[in-house]
């Protein structure tokens, strides 16, 4: 069993314990039975959006096609060491 944190009130919930995990965007997050008896729904939760530039538009990369986002997984950030300017 995986180890899981409770989303809540932040403690380790052990192997042999009562949980519920929420299933959110591919990723499982889960309550201890004491939290989710006081409040089942999960709050304080929010999926970070994503912007970035195509085709000369600043859009969320959540609404662009398929292609455009595989092409977006595939880009590579990468850091200039130093200055980016010669003179400077």
Same mark, same amino acid.
């Given at each position: 069993?995986?180890?899981y944190t409770?989303?809540?009130?932040?403690?380790s919930i052990?192997?042999? =314990? =009562?949980?519920?995990?929420?299933?959110?965007?591919?990723?499982?997050?889960?309550?201890?039975?004491?939290?989710?008896?006081?409040?089942?729904?999960?709050?304080? /939760?929010?999926?970070?959006?994503?912007?970035?530039?195509?085709?000369?538009?600043?859009?969320?990369?959540?609404?662009?096609?398929?292609?455009?986002?595989?092409? /977006?997984?595939?880009?590579?950030?990468?850091?200039?060491?130093?200055?980016?300017?010669?003179?400077?």
């Amino acid at each position: 069993m995986e180890k899981y944190t409770c989303h809540d009130c932040g403690k380790s919930i052990e192997h042999n =314990e =009562e949980y519920m995990p929420y299933n959110v965007g591919g990723k499982v997050f889960a309550k201890c039975k004491e939290c989710h008896q006081k409040d089942s729904v999960l709050r304080n /939760f929010q999926q970070t959006e994503v912007y970035s530039r195509v085709v000369g538009y600043i859009r969320p990369v959540s609404q662009w096609n398929k292609g455009k986002q595989a092409e /977006f997984g595939d880009r590579s950030e990468y850091m200039i060491d130093g200055s980016a300017c010669a003179s400077c």
